[in-house]
């Protein structure tokens, strides 16, 4: 119990002796000294306190010219987004964030969205067969445009027949770069010139597709007949019937009837001419010997007509 009673006294002692004092006083200049490099030297030199720079104006430049703007300024640069504007140069910068013209510190990141290269590939819609207003507003609602609207001669006036792009014959369900401008075929009605009718019975079917574009009338719908002895792929019938001196309406429909079983795809076996989209119906009683066969109706293609009008929509 003695030693225990001795501690308190002897610690009265040393709180209020000099060495104690001493000690106290080195502890707080220490203290003050780590204060005074810390925030008023390490922490300045750190965050580079009181310096600024002024962020330069690098949209609608390319991303390249950016970055080397940007170094210049001591400012460093991350590509947070690309996106496809038709009306931009691709790769160029479309905005910037902090903007431009704005204060921050030598080093700050600055984020770019980037137009993109090369434009998203789209589907063409179904766009044949429907109204040229149609067509629009389906071409406009998957990122295509209408370059022109050209008319020809067909019995349905103002129907979209077929499209093309860049001068090539495009379907729905081809891909095309976004905002990529088609230009459409669409019927005028039926020419008032007369065309005498091409005997295309024996012939291939391209082949005979070629006499209809060459003589300025329209293929209508396609029937295949898998029982026919003929070779695949040959015309076995057609209607209107060839007769030597007949003639018909300029743009007018010819059903073909062809050799062999009907293909999965179509348009891809008739190496797709034109819509992919069938016509109407013609009479079904005509040559009655054939109603006992296994004929089959799918969509045809349609053919160019030779004198096609340009019209601007």
Do not use: C
Request: glycine residues 8%; hydrophobic residues 35%; negative net charge.
């Amino acid at each position: 119990m003695s030693g225990k009673s001795l501690i308190l006294p002897r610690m009265l002692k040393y709180l209020k002796s000099r060495e104690f004092w001493l000690t106290l006083l080195g502890l707080v200049v220490l203290a003050g000294l780590i204060f005074a490099v810390v925030f008023y030297w390490f922490l300045p030199s750190y965050t580079r306190h009181g310096e600024s720079v002024i962020v330069p104006e690098v949209t609608e430049v390319s991303l390249d010219e950016a970055i080397g703007i940007l170094e210049e300024k001591d400012l460093r640069h991350e590509v947070a987004d690309s996106i496809f504007i038709s009306n931009l140069p691709p790769g160029s910068v479309i905005s910037q964030d902090p903007s431009g013209m704005s204060k921050v510190k030598p080093g700050r990141r600055i984020y770019l969205t980037v137009n993109k290269l090369v434009p998203p590939k789209v589907r063409i819609p179904e766009i044949y067969n429907v109204s040229t207003y149609q067509a629009k507003l389906l071409l406009e609602g998957a990122g295509l445009k209408i370059k022109r609207i050209e008319y020809i001669p067909d019995e349905f006036k103002n129907l979209v027949r077929y499209g093309e792009f860049e001068g090539k014959r495009v379907k729905p369900g081809d891909t095309l770069p976004k905002f990529s401008e088609l230009v459409l075929y669409a019927g005028r009605g039926l020419g008032s010139q007369r065309v005498g009718i091409p005997d295309l019975v024996g012939l291939p079917y391209q082949e005979a597709i070629s006499n209809l574009h060459r003589v300025g009338l329209n293929v209508g719908p396609i029937r295949f007949n898998p029982e026919a002895p003929e070779p695949v792929g040959t015309v076995i019938r057609q209607n209107p019937s060839y007769i030597p001196g007949d003639s018909t309406n300029l743009g007018t429909s010819m059903t073909l009837f062809i050799a062999g079983p009907e293909p999965e795809d179509p348009i891809e076996y008739m190496d797709f001419e034109g819509d992919g989209e069938g016509e109407e119906e013609e009479n079904e009683n005509e040559n009655e010997e054939d109603n006992d066969r296994s004929v089959r109706s799918v969509p045809a293609p349609r053919s160019v007509p030779s004198d096609t009008s340009s019209d601007s929509e």
